[in-house]
């Protein structure tokens, strides 16, 4: 129990911080709807649950030692930031902001959010690192496999519920109302954090 609190506490920390998935959904939801951002919740769940599963089944240290392996990753991860920010820096007034989206059938664009989410955080050699170092560091060595995986879809589920939080948020009534006018201008400021990060993890030393 005191690992399963312990895991909960650190993991919830680490998600409610802010970094590029938190940008990615709000992203989403400002520019296409609650459903978007949900799907982008979603994404990268998932991307959580397979750095997870990569970490427990030993793939994770091969990542690590194989410098070219690594270095490609963080290539694309901030190049993939760069492209999302720049096409949040060519959102466009709207007049009818995000809540009018909140309730309407997911199009092509709201299910996109699933892959941008999912690709934010599975290309986020941070993200990948930190997982890593937690299950090595955190986990005792006698923690039963089954144990570990129901951690690791706990850590996707963790994200999945807050992340949905931030989407609700950004596109419920009240505060639809309120960004409505100044809703691209969000955009183009979470295009810009995207960019800002991916440039800052193309010039880091990890």
Request: glycine share 8%; net charge positive.
């Amino acid at each position: 129990m005191t690992e399963f609190l312990s895991l909960t506490i650190i993991v919830a920390l680490s998600i409610i911080s802010p970094g590029p998935d938190f940008a990615i959904v709000v992203r989403n939801s400002l520019a296409y709807g609650r459903i978007a951002g949900c799907y982008a919740a979603l994404g990268i769940s998932m991307a959580n649950l397979c750095h997870v599963m990569i970490n427990l089944l030993g793939i994770g240290i091969i990542f690590t030692q194989s410098e070219m392996t690594f270095r490609i990753m963080k290539i694309l991860g901030a190049f993939y930031l760069v492209y999302l920010g720049y096409q949040g820096l060519r959102a466009k007034k709207n007049i009818e902001g995000a809540i009018h989206q909140a309730a309407a059938k997911p199009t092509l664009k709201e299910q996109h959010g699933f892959y941008s989410g999912f690709f934010t955080s599975i290309l986020n050699p941070k993200a990948f690192l930190f997982l890593l170092s937690f299950f090595s560091v955190m986990l005792s060595p006698t923690t039963p496999f089954v144990h570990q995986i129901f951690y690791g879809v706990w850590i996707g589920f963790l994200a999945l519920v807050w992340f949905s939080l931030v989407a609700w948020f950004f596109t419920n009534e009240r505060m639809g109302r309120k960004i409505a006018i100044w809703k691209h201008w969000l955009e183009r400021i979470t295009g810009g954090i995207l960019i800002t990060i991916g440039a800052k993890l193309l010039s880091s030393e990890i």
